[in-house]
């Protein structure tokens, strides 16, 4: 198969994707998502690394592999070069090593798809590669990626809907084939939440906060807000002022705008992004309540500001807000702050429903159609599908949404702090999430957010948003298809 790269694709692996490729600032990619991490920090995670230990009915569902014997056979991963994902890679390649006999060299790349594009384009690509699902269209478009249906997914006999949570797969499915093996599930279902601001605010602020029901009455209590209104109420109580000034504000939900509203209109049973149509579906009433409710609503009660911060993580880090909604790293990264927090689940906008989440799914391994030992890459992306290396990699951040179903009650989420029961509650969430959808240009995800943006601002009113989202949205798909 031969690989076309067109300035388009190019441009974007140098531009419009650096933000996710290069600087690992996806939803599931680090301590300061929409940042750039440093490449230099430190790599050890949050808990002991822990065996894998899968009993009979762990595997249910899973790969029947049988590893090969690979002495003398030398092969090389591409990853991101940013610390946490490194230790993974070297853990994984590891087992492989152990497993097989063969040879793995690790080549960290500081811009993972960029360089992909360049190797692909000169024909010198790795054997095996961890890209993010989501960037890889244009690669699956130009040919880039090897088809795994059979040679992973199918030779192994998996069961596909009891082996992986349905955002995480779903992020390297293309009309209905595989072309990667995902490692991480979503990271937007969560609402960080500060335990002492909780604490302070006395009785009803505990009776409006789900995180109080012991997990005992989970799934019935304890999970999820059961409604936008409980989830206001609550961060009304939380916010503190000094005089006129707020010094904390009760909610923020700035970044992830796109993942946010299309979970929003899914639970109103409206999907943003028609994939095989190649339409979008922002121009509607679902919109324009998803909108009213993220925006609107809260801005107007007064428990919401935009922030210099950027996005909700950061101005919880730095204690700018009691609830951070729309990434669930801000508990954690906010303990590490000095915020004790946990994670509860967003509510749907149509309360007693349980909610339903739009995920972008996270990191994955594939194999380039001109790698030079191709059935080693295949190999390792079929070790990847299993239990075992599906748990050594879960463990990055000291517990990762995992893409393995099987997972769910492994001891990488036990525990008796408010991040592990926090991390429970995003677990059953997890199988209530699909993916957003592949085909349109990732420029949109940025575009909607600069709209969304002016609807915090003031600027325009949710169904203004909403037709200018439709409007910019359809005409840059068009310029991207064209190119």
Known sequence: ?????????????????????????????????????????????????LEPDATKVDLTGGPQWTAPDLGGVT??????????????????????????????????????????????????????????????????????????????????????????MPDAIGAYTWEGKQFGVPVEGNA???????????????????????????????????????????????????????????????????????????????????????????????????????LEWMVTKPYDLGIESRLAAGNSVNAYVAGQTALAIGNDSAAGEGTKAGFKGTNVVHPSVVPGEEPRFIGEGGWGFAVPVKAKNQAAGVEFARFVTTYDAQFTYSQIYGGMSPACRALVDTEIYKGDSPLKQGQRRLLIAGANTQYQGHGFDPQIETMLGTVVGSLREGKINPREAATQMQKQATEQQQRYART
Not at 8 to 24: F, N, P
Not at 132 to 149: A, I, W
Not at 218 to 247: C, I, R
């Open 1 to 49: 198969m031969t690989f076309h790269v067109s300035r388009r694709h190019l441009l974007l692996g140098a531009g419009a994707l650096a933000a996710g490729w290069g600087s690992g600032c996806s939803t599931n990619s680090g301590p300061n998502p929409g940042s750039q991490p440093s490449l230099v920090a430190p790599s050890g995670t949050a808990a002991p690394e």
């Open 75 to 164: 092969m090389t991963l591409w990853g991101l070069n940013y610390a946490p994902h490194v230790e993974r890679y070297k853990l994984l390649i590891k087992r492989f090593e152990e497993a097989t006999g063969a040879k793995v060299t690790l080549q960290p790349q500081d811009d993972v798809g960029k360089q992909m594009l360049t190797s692909l384009s000169g024909g010198n690509p790795p054997d095996v590669v961890c890209l993010m699902g989501k960037m890889s269209d244009q690669l699956v478009n130009q040919g880039g990626l090897l088809d795994l249906t059979d040679a992973v997914y199918g030779d192994l006999k998996i069961d596909m809907e009891k082996w992986w």
């Open 188 to 290: 937007h279902a969560g609402v960080g939440s500060r335990l002492d601001l909780i604490a302070a605010a006395g009785t009803e602020a505990a009776e409006l906060f789900p995180g109080s029901h012991k997990e005992s009455d989970w799934p019935t209590k304890g999970v999820h807000f059961d409604s936008f209104d409980q989830m206001f109420e609550l961060a009304k109580l939380l916010q503190k002022k000094n005089g006129d000034k707020v010094e904390v504000w009760g909610q923020n939900r700035q970044g992830w705008e796109v993942q946010q509203l299309a979970s929003v209109m899914w639970q109103q049973d409206t999907l943003w992004w028609d994939e095989r149509s190649g339409q979008f579906n922002l121009d509607n009433d679902a919109a324009v309540v998803a």
